[in-house]
């Protein structure tokens, strides 16, 4: 890893990297994020097969996480615009928690870590959105990258969700 920061030029301003000069590879990350529900809410959600009133929750995080890896760019001022191939959301409920893991592939000359960690992140902001008249204590916690590739260095690999 390198020990400058690479979004910032000479005079510690903000800048956007240039890739201009890097390979087209295949690069693919994964992101994973934990909502940890009362074991009361968790139990409620079980018993009404995780529909709120708002809908189906597991159905509309997919989908609201897939939009989020989608505009990445407008929320991160200095993350690249990407042509994203592929955008993967798979969520697990394991008692109180539910697990998110958000898979983003494109080929391109710069990664999709933030994409993956965007995508995981509002997955997780939906479920507690859908979920939030019911308690709000409802803890976000653990979004963290898990693994990449086809970039300068592969990291990662642990099982999927």
Partial sequence: MS?????????????????????????????RARVTFPADVAQRLHEAGYVTPKGAVLTVAQIAGVMGAKATPQLIPLCHPLSIDKCDIGIRMDGVDAWIDC??????????????LTGASIAALTIYDMCKAMSHDIVISEV????????KHDIGGEESV
């Fill in 3 to 31: 020990t400058t920061l690479s979004h910032v030029d000479e005079q510690q301003q903000p800048r956007m990297v240039d890739v201009g000069a890097k390979a087209v590879t295949r690069r693919t990350a994964r992101a």
């Fill in 103 to 116: 898979t983003v592939s494109c080929s391109g000359r710069t990664g999709v870590e933030m994409e993956a």
């Fill in 144 to 151: 963290r990258l898990v693994s990449k590739t086809g970039g």
